[in-house]
């Protein structure tokens, strides 16, 4: 069987595209190069958006980003089951795009947070998070200035409730979010946001662990076993 593909969107200010296609790579997967301008998916079976400050995080982190050609066709694929991770910029975008509710603002004292952070897995059965176990603690690399997720009373009701949240901080929340939250999944478990950067956790010479490799091989078993 051919490998998986699974396309990374680059945007005008991402910087962790590379370090994206690197993970999916490492996971088993072929990472296939997509461009913010183009109509075109080609093909692939699954999409991440990366990292980064796309368009200089102008009007808000993400809101340029969210109204790029290519994010029409994201939309729809992902509406019709394709599997979406947003990371940090990325889950800025999904929240613009409405794909996934709420926003991310400005972090509790307006300073940019860059650390090894404890995370706990709550969400175990989304398509980007099956290789963890529920409750499973891990420890990936958190780097942002406008982190703070929030959303209304009835939408995070609803994220608590239905078992959307994905995963929470430990021990320190590093931007103020509201419940603790570092990433929610949609309804259909296959878009995912996530503000902390798992492909910066796949090697153990680079990353604080290789505990972000679950992300991508998640993934890859889904596709496979689909």
């Not at 109204?67 to 729809?76: L, T, Y």
Request: aromatic share 6%; hydrophobic share 45%; glycine share 10%.
């Amino acid at each position: 069987m051919d490998a998986a593909r699974v396309g990374v969107i680059t945007f005008p200010g991402s910087l962790d595209d590379r370090d994206a296609a690197r993970a999916v790579r490492l996971a088993g997967a072929q990472p296939v190069a997509l461009w913010h301008a183009d109509h075109d998916l080609q093909g692939v079976d699954a999409v991440v958006l990366p990292g980064g400050f796309s368009y200089g995080d102008y009007l808000r982190a993400g809101a340029i980003s969210a109204a790029a050609p290519i994010m029409a066709e994201v939309k729809a694929a992902a509406n019709a089951g394709l599997p979406v991770l947003g990371i940090c910029n990325g889950f800025q975008v999904l929240c613009e795009a409405h794909l996934l509710p709420g926003a991310l603002l400005r972090n509790v004292g307006l300073h940019f947070v860059c650390r090894d952070q404890r995370l706990r897995v709550d969400n175990a059965d989304t398509a980007w998070t099956s290789d963890y176990s529920p409750g499973q603690e891990i420890v990936i690399p958190v780097k942002n200035a406008d982190g703070r997720y929030t959303a209304d009373d009835d939408t995070l009701k609803a994220l608590e409730s239905e078992g959307r949240v994905v995963a929470r901080y430990l021990d320190l929340n590093p931007n103020g979010s509201l419940n603790d939250i570092a990433g929610i999944t949609n309804e259909a478990g296959n878009v995912v946001g996530l503000m902390p950067h798992p492909e910066h956790a796949v090697e153990s010479l680079t990353g604080p662990s290789t505990d972000g490799l679950g992300f991508f091989t998640s993934i890859i078993k889904r596709l496979v076993n689909a």
